[in-house]
């Protein structure tokens, strides 16, 4: 009899601490969190204006740290700049946990939605109300007013190592226009640019089944 209350006594220990490590912790009542962004530091790398300290994810969704824990997530200027006119962006609720590569917003614009998936796994803090009721925010000033929200991060230096950082951002960056241009040049040759700059506001203009497929390789929906 002994046995058996050890050996469920272990095995109630073992489910509390299984319970405890894996499912995401709510977010203490009163957490604080500053919704007021910093205007980033920016540099010229492979043409770009690349702000510095930033980390992307593949699907062109910026984080930066903000104080502790605390990591503000946007969307950078080549998606700004592929989407264009914004007419409604949708958020996920605060208090809600976010993984690394899931869906962090829906962006509605010509009739077409897609997601933008987090660079980072946390609880959603803060989101940015003035970019919720003006969508332009976005692609007029991505990297600053146009934040999207704020997630509390804190495996947040682990995430970013499957970011790209420092100087892997412009080559990267260069590389997606180039990709983006010869997808044009063969649908468009008008519409395809030399020197490696993006085009701009581009999915609108495109049938539907064209744009879609743009909006899986460069959004990885």
Do not use: C
């Not at 994810?57 to 605390?70: I, L, S, Y």
């Not at 614009?109 to 976005?138: C, I, Q, R, T, Y």
């Not at 970013?160 to 960056?173: A, F, S, Y």
């Amino acid at each position: 009899m002994s046995i058996l209350f050890v050996l469920l006594t272990f095995l109630i220990i073992i489910g509390v601490n299984y319970f405890y490590f894996n499912v995401p912790q709510q977010v203490p009542a009163g957490a604080k969190v500053s919704v007021r962004p910093k205007a980033p530091v920016m540099a010229k790398e492979a043409g770009f204006a690349i702000p510095q300290g930033y980390s992307f994810h593949p699907g062109h969704t910026w984080v930066v740290r903000e104080t502790g824990d605390d990591a503000r997530i946007g969307l950078d200027k080549f998606a700004a700049d592929l989407v264009g006119t914004i007419d409604r962006i949708e958020v996920a609720d605060p208090s809600r946990w976010i993984r690394q590569g899931q869906r962090l917003v829906t962006i509605h614009s010509g009739g077409a939605s897609f997601e933008l998936l987090s660079p980072v796994e946390g609880v959603v803090m803060a989101v940015n109300d003035d970019l919720v009721k003006n969508p332009s925010l976005a692609t007029s000033d991505p990297y600053k007013d146009g934040w999207i929200a704020v997630l509390r991060s804190p495996d947040l230096k682990t995430n970013q190592r499957n970011l790209l950082q420092g100087p892997m951002v412009g080559p990267w960056m260069h590389y997606s226009v180039s990709r983006l241009n010869e997808a044009f040049a063969g649908m468009n040759p008008a519409m395809a640019q030399d020197g490696g700059q993006p085009l701009k506001e581009v999915l609108p203009q495109l049938e539907p089944k064209l744009r879609q497929k743009l909006i899986k390789e460069f959004f990885l929906n």
